[in-house]
């Protein structure tokens, strides 16, 4: 009698008689599984079990109390966390074993595990999970011992953890998926060998029934390996999508498989026939060659690496007295960096200069300061509040994790519009149903028309060969290329999401300074004489700020002799103050700040900020305002292509003229107009109905910006960067402005050229498979040839429109 073997609930690995742990009518393989079990029962979270059939991963790996203690070792723990506030932190881990659905949705619910975890998300790809909990309740090896615990044992190795732009690159397919690969291909070979005499036509007559019989009981024994390991790629993947009560595409290709499998079985059980199990085989094995070609073509034609990895930001660094501007890309460990009030930290650094006042507000949501003494470690993303720091590079820089920091919920745009991606995952499900649908009936016809063969196999090609795949694929290569190729142009946007957003754009909003015009380099002082002292005092107040009218009052004031900045703060839209030594209190900025008379500036193009000492105004430097070269050709190719402008200014209104003419009759003009006033402008132009793009310094406007549906900082260089706005653009870049519109018009057109391509395949395919004029074989291998296509043809098309676009620029310019 054959012994029934038992394997475990919670991994599926085979129990062992002698260690079997039995609980009512679960049995577990050892004492760790079945700890495991008790955790996520005592939770509410068994639907883990429901998600994947045994998906859990066996935890009796060495996890003693004192395997992870070495992760609280300062030095460790600094390399490790990506941020930390003395108690919220926040980490990444590699875990290899992150395999599954029901991986990412236990991982994911990490919260109801521990009361200490605040949230967790998964990166499936890249196996890597995200956690910020507070460390004053869980130390850092308490969570790695609870992951461990789960058998989601975290990776930490020098070589690829504790770097973490190397870390987790996980390209390509793991060892597993070519051992599948091996077994299929060996299998299907010998399948094909066994088959042969069916192949060159021996009549029973001339082929022994038992060695007839014999080969089809082999074919069944070699077809199982085939089709259950394998195939297990879409069995798990459409069992899951089943436990969810919906379906995907591999449900289909499980429908087809299995109809293989039972026909050929009862073929050869009743002697009936060969069956169709070297088709089975064949199928299975070339759609995972299929998978592989699939990701090694989307492996070399990824865009990730150019544009994702890269952060829209540079450093003031000071090497020995010298002082120059540096791309994040550049940075490395020990350089020292100058960071000014408002400026982002872009590395993990040590406090060597000044008073830090750290706003974490990008990291963590929170906007209060932290103040930093001297050798204190500051975080990656974020901002100086105050006078000027200086700070050393103490660990290379994430650019993907400030990626990370930009996308995350709290930047993220509330919308009512169906993007992209969602439509695109609702089309291809209901494409799956109608597919299942036309399949079925296909196959009753030829059942009563032609028999079970052809029944068979119109059924299995019609769900093989209609595949969504192409559908899902070409909206994120497509834009994803659109995205990289315009960063080389100077403008840096976030998401595909927002080149979605651009294309449809109706009216464009423009602030004046520092976006249309920009500043000579020089101020120049009108008014009362000032001391050494006063203007020593201020240089000092103008010095932390980044606004570009107090750089060019700072590079106007000669050095001299300077007193102590006791306290700064600056105002938004309005200006900077500061108590230099004991006894000046200085303002500089606009009139309503310091109290001054407008009135007292005669020259209606001029942006000056006024000088306020102890309450006293004593005048005011005048900063000459030019319009950007180009500037009129933009203004009027935008209105050639029928966009809406509008200007929103701080300044006075006396500059209406001149802007008159550049912006034409017809368009909007407002003028002393606050952050807030910016802000409701361009939610009542929404209320219109209208979509609006805003384009603004990032300083002053960074509630416009996020107000709009596509907001887009303008940079003399990149020191500045707002999270709130959706692309970072380079002053050089304005001019360009209607090309890089048009071209997401393009990008999107692209797009639905892909679905339509992609469309169009599927029922070319499938009115040859309902002809039963396509066999299942060729089916498999049109399938990814058809994804390929799709994505290879989005690319190309981008590219030819982005060089056809902006070769055409230098008429216009």
Not at 363 to 376: D, F, L, N, R
Request: aromatic share 10%; with cysteine.
């Amino acid at each position: 009698m054959t012994k029934t073997q038992t394997h475990c609930t919670h991994c599926g690995d085979l129990c062992n008689d002698k260690d079997i742990i039995k609980e009512q009518d679960l049995q577990f393989c050892c004492a760790g599984c079945q700890t495991v079990y008790h955790i996520l029962d005592q939770n509410n979270l068994t639907d883990y079990y429901k998600i994947e059939q045994n998906p859990g991963i066996n935890p009796t790996q060495a996890n003693s109390k004192n395997r992870w203690e070495y992760l609280d070792e300062q030095n460790i723990r600094t390399q490790l966390i990506d941020f930390s506030d003395g108690n919220l932190t926040k980490v990444s881990f590699y875990i290899p074993s992150i395999h599954c659905a029901s991986c990412v949705w236990l991982l994911e619910k990490l919260y109801r595990l521990h009361d200490a975890v605040g949230e967790s998300s998964v990166n499936f790809p890249k196996k890597q999970v995200y956690i910020s909990f507070y460390e004053n309740e869980i130390k850092l090896s308490e969570l790695a011992s609870l992951l461990t615990a789960l058998g989601y044992a975290p990776s930490i190795r020098a070589d690829k953890h504790l770097n973490k732009e190397k870390d987790a690159e996980q390209k390509g397919m793991d060892k597993a998926f070519y051992m599948r690969l091996g077994v299929a291909g060996f299998c299907f070979g010998n399948i094909m060998l066994l088959s042969f005499p069916e192949y060159i036509g021996l009549e029973e007559a001339q082929m022994d029934s038992f060695f007839r019989q014999v080969f089809g009981y082999l074919n069944i024994l070699l077809t199982l390996p085939v089709l259950l390991y394998s195939g297990d790629y879409y069995w798990r993947s459409a069992w899951g999508a089943l436990q969810h009560r919906t379906i995907n595409i591999d449900v289909p290709i499980v429908a087809g498989m299995i109809a293989l499998f039972v026909r050929s079985f009862y073929e050869i059980i009743f002697e009936q026939g060969g069956g169709y199990l070297d088709s089975l085989a064949a199928l299975i094995f070339l759609l995972l060659i299929g998978r592989w070609f699939q990701q090694k073509t989307f492996d070399n034609i990824s865009f990730e690496r150019d544009y994702r990895s890269y952060f829209p930001l540079a450093a003031t660094v000071r090497e020995g007295e010298a002082i120059k501007s540096k791309s994040i890309s550049e940075l490395k460990e020990k350089d020292i960096l100058r960071i000014h009030n408002g400026e982002l930290i872009p590395a993990d650094a040590i406090l060597l200069k000044g008073e830090g006042r750290i706003d974490y507000s990008f990291v963590t949501g929170e906007s209060e300061a932290v103040k930093k003494e001297i050798g204190e470690l500051i975080y990656a993303g974020g901002r100086q509040v105050g006078d000027i720091i200086e700070v050393q590079v103490s660990k290379s820089v994430s650019q993907s994790y400030l990626t990370r920091l930009w996308n995350a919920e709290p930047f993220q745009k509330d919308s009512t519009h169906e993007d992209l991606h969602s439509f695109t995952n609702r089309l291809s499900r209901i494409f799956t149903w109608v597919v299942l649908g036309i399949a079925t009936a296909g196959a009753a016809y030829w059942y009563f028309t032609a028999g079970v063969a052809a029944s068979l196999n119109v059924f299995t090609s019609v769900l093989i060969i209609a595949c969504p795949c192409a559908l899902a694929l070409n909206a994120p290569f497509a834009l994803g290329n659109a995205v990289r190729l315009l960063a080389r142009r100077g403008i840096f946007i976030k998401s595909n999401l927002v080149l979605e957003k651009m294309a449809a754009i109706q009216h464009l909003v423009f602030d004046k300074t520092g976006t249309i015009t920009h500043a000579e380099r020089q101020a120049e002082y009108v008014g009362e004489p000032l001391s050494e002292a006063e203007l020593a005092a201020v240089k000092l107040t103008v010095a932390p700020s980044t606004h570009p009218i107090s750089r060019a009052i700072h590079r106007t004031i000669a050095d001299c002799p300077m007193a102590k900045l006791q306290k700064f703060a600056e105002h938004t839209g309005r200006g900077v103050e500061a108590l230099v030594g004991e006894d000046l209190f200085v303002r500089v900025g606009n009139a309503a700040f310091t109290n001054a008379d407008i009135n007292l500036v005669d020259d209606q193009f001029r942006t000056v900020s006024f000088v306020e000492i102890n309450g006293k105004v004593k005048g005011f430097y005048a900063l000459k305002q030019t319009f950007r070269a180009d500037t009129s050709s933009l203004m009027e190719r935008l209105r050639e292509r029928g966009y809406q402008l509008s200007l929103l200014s701080g300044d006075r209104s006396d500059e209406s003229l001149r802007l008159q003419q550049l912006f034409g009759q017809s368009e909007d003009l407002h003028f002393e107009q606050s952050p807030e006033d910016k802000m409701l402008y361009i939610e009542q132009l929404q209320k219109q109905g209208l979509k609006v793009m805003m384009l603004g310094d990032g300083l002053n406007d960074a509630g416009a910006l996020k107000q709009s549906e596509v907001g887009i900082a303008i940079s003399e260089d990149v020191h500045q960067f707002s999270p709130a706005c959706d692309a970072v653009a380079d002053a050089g870049s304005l001019a360009e402005l209607p090309e890089i519109v048009h071209f997401s018009k393009l990008s999107m057109r692209i797009v639905y050229i892909g679905f339509a391509i992609s469309l169009s395949y599927n029922l070319i395919g499938l009115s040859f498979a309902l002809q039963n004029l396509l066999s299942p074989l060729i089916a498999a291998i049109l399938m990814p040839i058809s994804s390929i296509t799709v994505v290879g043809l989005g690319m190309l098309l981008t590219g030819s429109a982005f060089k056809k676009v902006f070769s055409q620029i230098r008429k216009h310019l």
